[in-house]
């Protein structure tokens, strides 16, 4: 398997940071009692409730306990249970703050807070009804739970976290263009986005035709949604196929056409003489169809009749939302095994992941084949960005390496304009806003799905995975904050936050699958049928200590003890040299030797047998 073992979880342990490095001091904070607890560099105590409080947990009961609140995390310790139990619970993981029952309230602890959070938890904390005593607490935790919706900075503004590289550095769009081999003879790159005029939502950095002219991007930009044109996303070096993202056309319910629209992909077409440009549009047709009364719509046969228009049925964010909220309801609190098949069929979501990996492969396949293609949804800023990394993931080895799959994320997701703000509602109180969804949620999920499928073709773990979605929620990093890069520039993103790749790249062993093998030109190809894919069980059931999760394979446990054992010996060989090395050392005051071996000599011809 690619991804590495989740212990048994115990109700006291935080997985959220127990996950991330249990080696690295800056990830794994030692939680003692309260008035020990280590904090981030930044991170300030807000309030420390000295009264009891009880932290209603579904899995061993109520339990007596303290609370505080810093302005990064809410963090609870049960003063009654052998051993403590505790949560340690990020304050952007945090969707939902709702007084429970009133002043009047009758049974015992029918009086207090429920928290509903984005990471399919949900927490009760009861407590007496004397003297208002959950007063503070809820205006404490609303405001610094939800600081955007009270003009304050998220915590990635007041960290002072430093690490070694600066994971900003990570991506540079021009480098990754040439590793692409672009610019070439068919494809240049323009700087006519600069400043974010032809498109607020895209990067500054586009490559396009070589035969079109920036006026040419502009008026093509008039006749698509949100001026999101169609730019070169990923080009296969031998057969020059390209991939292709944008938004929909805006036809409308007159079928208006745009010649200069028709032209530019023409001569997306014509750049590695494909026959056809196959154009994937990523809705249900009858969605496609229905939003020409918005103004929007698709590519008609009549007006691009050198390219052919392929629905992949992947329902749109509300479909999803609606889908991850059936599926929290039967994995959290209880898992009811008894219709666990039945229950996990009628949320529909290991459905909709078949149908976003399926189309991802038509995508890959259409470019191995040598033909280009041209990805959108509405905006093309979800579904769009599903299609197009999966497919990158699929037909590209370097995107499958730890920095690679960075890069990818960085030029697909975050440059690209996916609405990280609007669909996870950073510090945000409108729990109920309509453009919340679980889009890279998804994402994820599919990824995982190909991991599970291909366990030696990936250079990352199932840890990395977890711990991009856990920081997708904890606003410790500023990675995915706001929804597009211009939004990032005003608000400097870059040199006020730290990056969440300075964190991963500072301790990536951890996050390595030890079973990798380089295969840099395979093009991988997974199952997309409901038999092969599978709940990840290790994500959203994390929570439940009940659920054994799925432990290490013997072949892994072992091989992962050897590596242990070799850093022991290691070690152990360094700390003798440097002892035969010392000043005090007869062995080297007796010793005229000039060529006697350095440590990291004698460390780098060792040879051990496993």
């Known amino acids: 398997m690619a991804s590495a073992s989740i212990p048994v979880y115990n109700s006291s342990v935080n997985p959220l940071e127990n996950r991330s490095s249990q080696n690295a001091s800056r990830e794994s904070l030692k939680m003692g009692p309260l008035a020990d ?52 619970v990020p304050l952007g993981v945090i969707g939902r703050v709702e007084k429970m029952g009133g002043a009047s309230s009758r049974g015992e602890n029918s009086y ?105 991007l502009r008026k093509v930009s008039a006749f698509r949604s ?70 929007g719509g698709y590519e008609g046969d009549d007006a691009y ?35 666990w098949l039945s229950s996990l069929e009628s949320t529909h979501w290991l459905e909709h992941i078949k149908l976003v990996i399926s189309g991802a492969i038509q995508v890959a396949d259409k470019i191995s084949g040598g033909n280009s293609v041209v990805v959108h949804c ?19 080895g370097h995107y499958r390496t730890l920095r690679g799959f960075q890069v990818l994320l960085e030029k697909e997701w ?49 840890r990395l995975l977890v711990t991009i979605l856990d920081h997708l929620f904890s606003c410790r990093f500023g990675t995915f904050l706001y929804n597009c890069e211009s939004a990032r520039d005003t608000n400097e993103v870059r040199s006020k936050t730290v990056s969440l790749w300075s964190l991963v790249n500072s301790e990536a062993s951890s996050y390595q699958n030890p079973f990798y093998t380089p295969e840099c030109s395979r093009v991988l190809y997974p199952v997309a049928s409901m038999r092969h894919l599978e709940l990840w069980v290790t ?3 994390r929570w439940n200590p009940r659920i054994r999760q799925q432990q290490q394979s013997p072949v892994e446990q072992r091989y992962m003890e050897l590596l242990a054992l070799r850093d022991e010996y290691l070690k152990k060989l360094e700390e003798l040299q440097l002892t035969d090395s010392s000043p005090n050392s007869s062995h080297l005051s007796n010793s005229s030797t000039p060529n006697a071996a350095s440590p990291t000599q004698h460390i780098t011809h060792l040879h051990t047998p496993f």
């Not at 550095?169 to 070439?184: D, I």
Request: include cysteine; charged fraction near 25%.
């Open 37 to 88: 607890v280590t904090l981030l560099p930044g991170e300030e105590r807000v309030i420390e409730h000295d009264k009891d409080i009880i932290y209603m947990c579904p899995f061993n009961g109520a339990l007596k306990g303290k609370v505080f609140i810093t302005n990064y995390r809410l963090y609870f310790k049960s003063a009654d249970a052998d051993p403590a139990v505790t949560l340690n």
């Open 112 to 216: 207090g807070l429920d928290i509903t959070c984005k990471d399919m938890r949900n927490l009760r904390f009861a407590l007496k009804q004397e003297g208002h005593s959950r007063r503070d607490i809820f205006d404490i935790l609303f405001r610094y739970a939800f600081p955007v919706s009270h003009g304050l900075p998220v915590f990635a503004y007041l960290s002072q976290e430093k690490y070694e590289e600066n994971g900003w550095n990570v991506f540079k769009p021009m480098e990754e263009f040439r590793r692409q081999g672009l610019p070439n003879e068919k494809w240049r790159i323009t700087f006519v986005n600069e400043t974010y005029e032809l498109c607020d939502t895209y990067p500054t950095i586009l490559a396009v035709p070589f035969r079109s002219s920036d006026e040419d």
């Open 226 to 295: 949100r001026g999101r044109i169609p730019v070169l996303s990923w080009i296969h070096r031998e057969n020059q196929a390209v991939i292709c993202r944008c938004s929909q056309p805006l036809v409308g319910m007159s079928g208006k056409r745009n010649k200069d629209d028709e032209r530019y992909l023409d001569l997306i077409r014509e750049a590695n003489g494909t026959a056809k440009l196959t154009i994937y549009d990523a809705r249900p047709s009858v969605n496609a169809v229905a939003n020409k009364a918005t103004g």
């Open 305 to 339: 009749q050198n390219a052919e228009l392929v629905f992949l049925d992947i329902h749109n964010i509300h479909v999803m939302r609606e889908s991850l909220k059936k599926l929290k309801d039967i994995v959290y609190p209880n898992v009811e095994e008894s219709h």
């Open 378 to 396: 509405s905006d093309g800023w979800d579904r769009t960005a599903q299609l197009t990394s999966l497919a990158m993931l699929m037909l590209d």
């Open 414 to 462: 975050i440059s690209f304009g996916h609405k990280f703000a609007s669909r996870i509602g950073h510090g945000d109180k409108n729990h109920a806003d309509q453009d919340r969804s679980p889009i890279f949620v998804q994402f994820i999920d599919c990824v995982w799905q190909m991991t599970k499928q291909f366990p030696t073709a990936f250079e990352f773990n199932e």
């Open 539 to 541: 994500y959203y059931i």
